[in-house]
C-alpha cells in the first residue's frame, strides 16, 4: 500500500471548517484514498473514502487533487466532538475486507 | 454495517500468563483483522483471520505469541501468550463487509 503522509497536528475553531491535508504521491491507479477517526480511547471510526472524484457525506467532503497525488478532507463545521486523531489511509478494494496500513495521523483539537 | 463487541474491554495480567480476547460480530463476515495500538501510537495490523484457515500474520508478529482462533463466520478469539509488559496495549479486532471498516472499542491489556 502507497504510504501517506499527514501533519501531526492542527487546531480548528468551533464552527469553522477543519481542512485536514495528506500527501500520498506514490498512489497507484487502483488505490483508493479513506479517511478515519478515532476519538480518545475509541476503536476508529469510517469517516469517507473516494477513488479520484470528489466525495461528500453527512459528516464531510473529500477532496482529491486531479493527479490524485495528495486530499483533504474538510470538516464543514467543526465541534469540540470532532478532536480526534484522523487517519488518511490509501488502499485497494479487495472482496471481505483491507487490512489497513495507518500511519501517525493528524491530531485535530476543535477549541471554542 | 456490523456491530463488533470485544471482550473484555480492560484487563491486568501477571507476566508470564496469557489473555485470550475475544470479537463477535453480529453479521457474517469473511475476514477479521486484529490489531494493536501500543499507548501513544497508531495502530499496527498483526494479523487476518479467514474462518477454516490458519491466520495470515504480519511481519514482527508470530502465531506462538498471538494465536487465532476463527471457528466460525461471526467469531474469532486472539491470545496473547506468555505476556511481559512491552504487551501492555490496546488490542482491537476489526472486520470490513463493503467499502468501511468497522472497528470493536478495543481490549486495553495492562501487564505488571
Known amino acids: 500500500d502507497a504510504k501517506t503522509t499527514q501533519p501531526t497536528s492542527m487546531d480548528c475553531a468551533e464552527g469553522r471548517a477543519a481542512n485536514l491535508p495528506c500527501n500520498h504521491s506514490t498512489i497507484s491507479g487502483n488505490e483508493y484514498v479513506y479517511w478515519y477517526r478515532q476519538i480518545h480511547s475509541q476503536g476508529p471510526q469510517y469517516i469517507i473514502h473516494?477513488?479520484?472524484n470528489n466525495e461528500t457525506n453527512e459528516m464531510a467532503s473529500l477532496i482529491i487533487t486531479e493527479d490524485r497525488k495528495s486530499s483533504t478532507l474538510i470538516l464543514p463545521h467543526a465541534t469540540l466532538r470532532d478532536t480526534a486523531v484522523y487517519y488518511c489511509i490509501v488502499s485497494i478494494i479487495t472482496g471481505g475486507g483491507n487490512k489497513l496500513t495507518f500511519g501517525t495521523g493528524t491530531q485535530l483539537k476543535v477549541e471554542l | 454495517s456490523a456491530v463488533i463487541s470485544q471482550k473484555p474491554s480492560r484487563d491486568i495480567c501477571q507476566r508470564g500468563t496469557s489473555l485470550t480476547i475475544q470479537c463477535q460480530v453480529d453479521?457474517?463476515?469473511?475476514?477479521m483483522f486484529w490489531y494493536r495500538q501500543q499507548p501513544g501510537q497508531s495502530l499496527t495490523l498483526i494479523a487476518t483471520a479467514n474462518q477454516g484457515s490458519e491466520a495470515t500474520y504480519e511481519s514482527g508478529f508470530v502465531i506462538d505469541k498471538f494465536p487465532i482462533s476463527r471457528p466460525n463466520l461471526t467469531f474469532s478469539t486472539l491470545t496473547v501468550s506468555n505476556m511481559s509488559p512491552e504487551d501492555s496495549s490496546i488490542y482491537l479486532c476489526?472486520?470490513?463487509?463493503?467499502?468501511?471498516?468497522?472497528f470493536g472499542q478495543g481490549t486495553r491489556l495492562t501487564v505488571v
Open positions: 476489526s472486520v470490513e463487509p463493503g467499502h468501511e471498516a468497522f
Open positions: 453479521s457474517q463476515v469473511t475476514m
Open positions: 473516494g477513488l479520484k
